[in-house]
């Protein structure tokens, strides 16, 4: 018999990739699979692509459905999270997707998100180094916003390895649609982000301070760029180099050392750049770099399936190692192309 | 020890992702991994999507490479698996998932493909009435063209049950432009197919005969429609009804009754119609019916991405039958979406 | 100076390119621009893509500001428009980009619309048989719904040339996105539509009984289909061949008299099938025919820009006619392609 | 009678544009249209949606023929201008959209394009300071690089206006597919690129002496990446402010004042970011900039259409100037949208 999990927040598209890996994962029997507003309607009519799933119903979001399970999945707006995780007994573990307990700063939080800080977890990036051991060791975790897996996969080992500045970091991300969440909106329908590319929240995206306190980049320029397809995020990331006439080679040495036992982080042969189709339904993240002596800067560029590697993967990923299971049971490396 | 496979053409899009579906299948091998023109180059300089094939080269496609496998995939180009799979040792089991051995009727097999016909094999259609066992004894099976899979799968059954007039049939399928192959044409480029819908070869689809073949239907109106997706068919058949007041109760109950067993076909339920990103990345058929009265046709629709059902998926889905394994191992029913 | 135009109803997609349109026409001077739940707004925050319209704002929707026109286009939802018209002086000419002035039959009206019918006005399709001196003379014009105006210009020529068979048609047709307006709904949002194709109310459209009013076809069968473009209609229309032996030339002979002096609609050279691309921003049509002798069935494909000669094109061209302008004038032929 | 036009190297992408804006011109008569491989060919072979040009075939590419016109557009790959604008007869004045003529400095020439360097013609980028004076009075023009308009439009007036500095510019651009040309390519088909975006030429793009010429950085950090959609730049610019303290609103009046004259550049309302499908077929480029006090960079994006302001727009434009015509004639202000 499998660890029981359950999803608060099911019917959005984390809620739902998730799903999608929790049903196929070989160590899990699904619990309780909650959604507030669409309670009682078949899982399908939301969720159609998960076939397997026909039949059963969403959940009323009750703590009695939800305390059933031995590991919870919050996949809630924000600010929901800390009062949910609080009404679970006190044994149920707990992945939040949501950023409510991410950042390590409350004045952070309260510029970015508004109102009070919930205070933070262990944050859910197992390739961040010692951070693998602190997940396995904890009862809740905050798995890491999307744009911040992409971009802090890319930069700190070499802010780490002391090749790049911490304290001029310039990111421009693009980000499929689906990073925006379900929720009907204007100027996300399929008549204008179709052929449409557009930047958005210049400056000021409430991933900022997370990708500061995960890459420990200190000071941090980012524009997120909205792009048509459903899925994807590709985050190019320049800083200065810390040591002059530094190597392409030496940048990507730096990457490859980092990486070397990741079974989900692939640096790219030389002269071969991320693209995020090839991440597509994986937990999976693709690396290129290189410095550009020229303007003396170095470049690293990081492909992810934002649901992915950016949301439900990682999330599962931590729940394996929570639960002591091998780390990529469950998981995809591989990616659903063309 | 698994059983060894191996793929003859890995390098186009049916041979990616059956590549990715047989790296990631329990009871399978990875032999010979050939691609004439490539051979030698890296896999993922063709399929950068697969990442867990980083460090293996496409290997030359000789008759010692493929004979070591218990069972060879063809995915080559028209005209060209008689004489590789003649080329192989007995005892090796083989799935073609090209044209050339389909058809029962050498005319139509000249007639829509030119050149002399080069046989039929065991069709690879499991769904259809007493094929699964054929499939199971059978040790060269001809895996379904992806416009036949979607088209039969809607039809047959209505015309098997009495419900179908085989005598008048008009089908407009949409596909995705994987469906052409990974060969650089103009009239493929990004720059053409997004946003663009287009008709092609109307009335002139090798697809044809097939369908027939497959469906029973005697007279067949077909029309391809190319749509700006990656990967997907959506098929709308419709026929005449054979009995006056024949309800869309009835035409549903009959597809009900005819795959209540079927795991991969998924009747929707009464009100909602196939999308192909439901079957995304899957080797799941989608399907809905009804009636038009006052137009006097029944209009049937389904959804399969074409590189799963249509390709990929229904030869690993013959493959599991031929070597005596549960029939959906390796295989996804629920669909990578949104 | 010109005539003054204005347009009820501007904030949708009909009406954005109506403005774009008539903005661009050299004949018309911009009147009130209304848009109930918009007024007041900067028409740029609707639709930013008019950037001569900057510093300008929607109009309250009021008798008064729109009677000042000497014509005045209807972009309302179903059933607003009636009492739009009756509140404006009887001098002003209206064109209707709405149905419910289309159809004839009230009976039809109440079973696919609901509601009472509003009567019918002069139909607004310049290319129907004689059709182009009853818009020249009317006051008031009901044009043509998208699917319909792809529809007829294909079929109604081979019914009008006894040719085809009116007692079977059969229409697959698929649209582009911005067919269903610019409400935010789930189903349309960007991630559900990118990489899908879906059909919907299947043999239940509300143009229905309109094609079937416009084309002569006594029965029809309807398969609506929504394809992952912005704009586009490409319509797959099938009929029986009324004489044995029909051949693809007399068919193309057919289409090619009937349209030999209309300056939007091309019948295209021989083997090549339109594209929904190549009338991107136009009021062109673009039509292609041939006999499957083997099916028995002609089938005749016709392209669109569902915004253009689907809606606010054609409702231009007709108040062209109205006003006794030359009929292309401020209209495009060529399309915006890639 | 106009002024007669000729193209030489029409049936790329920038030609199709091209062709498209000289027909409806209303001051220019159609020269000679020539493509050395397609010489014969039909032009709606190549441009289906040009339908207007049905019957014409496209010319070979003779001196005779484009020495008859009053002004050529060369649209042609790298190194073949020279020749060509040889062969003219002296009173043929000529617009070069390729990037021979482009560069001032030789060896950036060398550098990054290969062979010697055929010379510096008049640059074709009016909105440069002084630069408007200097296309009217050439005879020899040549037009602006796509990625080049877009960056150089947002940065140029910082760095005059001494806002920006010049000694440290990022750049990361999105582009659409067009922009790499009409050759069918094996990344480029429609298969590979939709549902994907990806970074290419990472600090290696040809474009970035063009930019650092045109813009005056002196250290250019430049990603481009492909995204999926036809046509369209995004291009996001930052630079240090050379001011303690700098506002987003110096930043915004500074674009403000280069631009209040300009009839196809839109610094847009505050709060509102540019979008690619706003400049769809347009000449038009939308701006906004802002300053990020924590990080300590100025943020300015820019979206334009590639094949219009970014090629076949601009080269219209500079013609216009050069033959003493409004600059605005024949060229659209207003996107195509949604």
Known sequence: MGTRVAIAGASGYAGGELLRLL??????????????????????????????????????????????????????????????????????????????????????????????????????????????????????????GCYVVASTLALRPLIDAGLADPADVVIVAASGTSGAGRTAKAHLMGSEVMGDVSAYKVGAHQHTP????????????????????????????????????????????ALQAAYADEPFVHVLPEGRWPRTASTFGTNSAHLQATVDLDAGRITAVAAIDNLGKGAAGQAVQCANLMLGLPETTGLAINGVAP
Do not use: M
């Not at 048509?228 to 985050?235: A, D, F, K, N, T």
């Open 23 to 144: 049903v196929a994962h070989p160590e899990f029997e699904l619990g309780a699979v909650t959604a507030h507003s669409q309670a009682g309607a078949p899982v399908t009519s939301v969720h159609p692509h998960l076939a397997t799933l026909a039949g059963r119903n969403f959940d009323a979001a009750t703590p009695a459905a939800l305390g059933d399970a031995d590991l919870v999945f919050l996949a809630l707006p924000h600010g929901e999270s800390a009062a949910v995780a609080a009404s679970l007994p006190a044994h149920v573990k707990v992945v939040d997707l949501g950023a409510d307990h991410r950042l390590t700063d409350a004045a952070a939080w309260t510029a970015y998100y508004g109102g009070e800080h919930a205070g933070a977890w262990t944050y859910g990036l197992p390739e961040l180094p010692g951070q693998r051991e602190k997940i396995a060791a904890a009862t809740h975790v905050a798995a890491t």
């Open 210 to 253: 997370e990708i500061k306190q995960a890459t420990g980049a200190t000071s941090l320029c980012f524009t997120p760029v909205l792009a048509p397809l459903p899925r994807g995020i590709l985050s190019t990331v320049t800083a200065r180099p810390l040591r002059p006439g530094l190597s392409s080679d030496e940048v990507r040495q």
